[in-house]
T-cell receptor, first 111, second 113 residues
Framework: SQQGEEDPQALSIQEGENATMNCSYK?????LQWYRQNSGRGLVHLIL?????REKHSGRLRVTLDTSKKSSSLLITASRAADTASYFC???????????FGEGTQLTVNP | EAQVTQNPRYLITVTGKKLTVTCSQN?????MSWYRQDPGLGLRQIYY???????DKGDVPEGYKVSRKEKRNFPLILESPSPNQTSLYFC????????????FGAGTRLSVL
């Protein structure tokens, strides 16, 4: 069963703009991860945020987590054409469930 | 270099012809997993393995088999492939199942005619 759901499904922006993607999930989690996938390639881990954390930064990435709303957001600042990819959130539940992925947000950054 | 290696990268086969997709990791990870990715359905887990000789079904195990005889290898077996198994397949590994980064292979694009 898919726990995480990303929103929007697709996002198109201009280079230099910020991109925000959202993820909602249904049950309590231990942590939430964001992955990136270039077209047809394997997923690459970007950042992990634990359930007791509210915000985390890594370079141009900023992730927030609101466990009361069961949602997370991924912000990419000053986007570049090379950021064009699909972005997935993944959650693992406190009940010991497996890591489950959402369907992803397709981000296109136009030069 | 730490990596997860899948072979083959591309495969075209016919219905009913048994095939194996290999997966190998060089990071001494305990946990390994297979996913399939289909448009509009995201990544769905097929099977996973917590350690050698320990495997379990994921969300979509029908039509697939796996084995984990060695820590580094986790092959995916399609005994009698069907067209609905046409998909992009990914193998992944991590040190532990939870709260750990998963490392993905480059993917295997399978077409069953």
């Amino acid at each position: 069963s898919q726990q995480g759901e990303e929103d929007p499904q697709a996002l198109s922006i201009q280079e230099g703009e910020n991109a925000t993607m959202n993820c909602s999930y249904k049950t309590s989690i231990n942590n939430l991860q964001w992955y990136r996938q270039n077209s047809g390639r394997g997923l690459v881990h970007l950042i992990l945020i634990r359930s007791n954390e509210r915000e985390k930064h890594s370079g141009r990435l900023r992730v927030t987590l609101d466990t009361s709303k069961k949602s997370s957001s991924l912000l990419i600042t000053a986007s570049r054409a090379a950021d064009t990819a699909s972005y997935f959130c993944a959650t693992d539940g406190t009940s010991g469930s497996r890591l489950t992925f959402g369907e992803g947000t397709q981000l296109t950054v136009n030069p | 270099e730490a990596q997860v290696t899948q072979n083959p990268r591309y495969l075209i086969t016919v219905t009913g012809k048994k095939l194996t997709v290999t997966c190998s990791q060089n990071m001494n990870h305990e946990y390994m997993s297979w996913y399939r990715q289909d448009p509009g359905l995201g990544l769905r887990q097929i099977y996973y393995s917590m350690n050698v000789e320990v495997t379990d079904k994921g969300d979509v195990p029908e039509g697939y088999k796996v084995s984990r005889k060695e820590k580094r290898n986790f092959p995916l077996i399609l005994e009698s492939p069907s067209p609905n198994q046409t998909s992009l397949y990914f193998c992944a590994s991590s040190p532990r199942q939870f709260q750990n980064i998963q490392y993905f292979g480059a993917g295997t694009r399978l077409s069953v005619l």
